[in-house]
């Protein structure tokens, strides 16, 4: 509110005239990216805002490798409500994303922040065992590695029937036995992909 006075036949009035006060940050909710991976090197960025007397910006931060930098949001509704960039120079790896926005107060939200890795690289498959080689033990081991986490899984009939492997702690080195192998000639396919769904089933052992 605020105060003011007049003179008037050297009577004094007081007006009291009310107005919003309002210190409370808005509140900000993030559409886009919501996956820890991605694969793409374009990338959305979208946030809704809602605040009691109205939005006047937003933008957004990008922290990679420890270089921050800053990008405008477009709004692109009429009650400044929904805010939208696209960024098509994303580079691999982990990125920070930060949102900040302020209201016509100049009431600040910076909270709001989300963590995402590009990953647009096929894993690299290796197949440790079993070799190219004759086994006269009917119980095989499998063991394939990975050089990023992932999962794995095995065929010994070019994909008709596949079996999962389990994961080691590393979440990059998958094993598994199998006991019922009849006598005869196999080749084993190694079917993998990495968290960011990049698949590689281009290995196998004859």
Known sequence: FYIYTSN?????????????????????????????????SSVLFNITTSDNI???????????????ANYTLFNISTSHHD??????????????VRFYCSDTNNNINDSEKFEFIIDSKKPVVKIDFPANQTYINKGINFNFSLNEEGNCEYSLNGGLTNVTLTINSSSSGFNGVNNSISDGSYRLHAFCSDNAGN??????VD
């Open 8 to 40: 008037n036949d050297s009577n004094y009035r007081v007006y009291i005239n009310e107005k919003n006060i309002d210190s409370s940050q808005p509140n900000v909710s993030i559409n886009s990216p919501t996956s820890p991976y991605l694969t793409n």
């Open 54 to 68: 109205g939005i006047s910006t937003c933008y957004y931060s990008l922290e990679t490798d420890l270089v921050i």
């Open 83 to 96: 805010w939208i960039s696209v960024n098509n120079s994303m580079t691999e790896g982990l990125h920070t």
């Open 199 to 204: 698949t590689n089933f281009s290995e196998f």
